[in-house]
């Protein structure tokens, strides 16, 4: 019998299966492995349906929040009250990129607020864009698009509408957080821990940890590799001078060029910058937490 994790706490693992949601415990050969089941992955269970035998191969997987196999990431933001940070943004769409998901940000609250110098910034990007108007619908079948037949998070920080786009989108979510909670959890558990509820034709993983937007929790990425998760460099950086290019200083930069013509954003470059210095300042030891 095979299926997926929805739920783990406590040290049982409610795996949703074609026979309907199983209890499960772990064999304890995963905690030698020091492999920890989380929600998302594809597991396989024993003939009786009780206990996990294998945990099969991860697209990706999340420490903190505890979450496996993630397709996509929705970077949730508003375009004003609070006005988004392009730094932590894309913080974000370089962590989901680094570990092999697809960011899409989604930008709200666009009937207060234009969001013209937002759709500028990520013009040359190649990162999906959504921009949600409520009053006519603009946006949201964009969305649901992108859950269909994948797994997904949302992620966002308080007061811009993170809330408000999932009850709209998939209004029987709210509804179906309850009640499934309570047939998974059997009121033993009051932890937060994450939970996956099929919507939308796909999967959506309802986590707390991404939403705090604690960016340096969700991976570390090396200083050299970063320029491979601003994707508009790509066509540039192999045509630099130098291999091994950061595209600081260096003389004979083909991303700087692309820069000065206006083919990269100067908001994108900057948040480069920033994060090639605060790589710069992790030393290994600290990855390995």
Known sequence: MTGYIAKGVGGFYYVRTDAGVQECRARGIFRKRGVTPVAGDVVTLNAEGNMIDEIQPRKNVFVRPPVANLDVLFIVA????????????????????????????????????????????YAQSGL??????????????????????????????????????????????????????????????????????????????????????????????????LERVFPEFEPYREQCRFIGCSHRSEKGCAVREALEEGKISSSRYASYLAMYEEAAQVKEWETRK
């Open 78 to 121: 508003s375009t004003t009250q609070p006005v988004p940070s392009t730094l932590v943004l894309d913080k974000l769409t370089a962590s989901a990129l680094y570990q092999n998901v697809q960011p899409v940000l989604v930008f709200t609250k666009t009937d207060l607020s234009a969001a013209d110098k937002l759709a500028a910034d």
């Open 128 to 225: 999906p864009l959504v921009f949600v108007h409520y009053d006519t619908g603009e946006g949201l079948d964009e969305v649901r698009g992108w859950i269909r037949g994948r797994l997904c998070a949302f992620c966002g920080n308080s007061g811009v509408g993170k809330s408000t786009l999932l009850n709209t989108i998939a209004p029987q979510l709210q509804r179906e957080t309850g009640e499934i909670s309570r047939k998974l959890g059997r009121g033993r558990h009051t932890t937060r821990e994450t939970e996956i509820f099929e919507v939308c034709g796909g999967r959506i993983a309802d986590t707390a940890g991404f939403a705090s937007l604690e960016t340096q929790r969700l991976c570390h990425i090396p200083k050299e590799e």
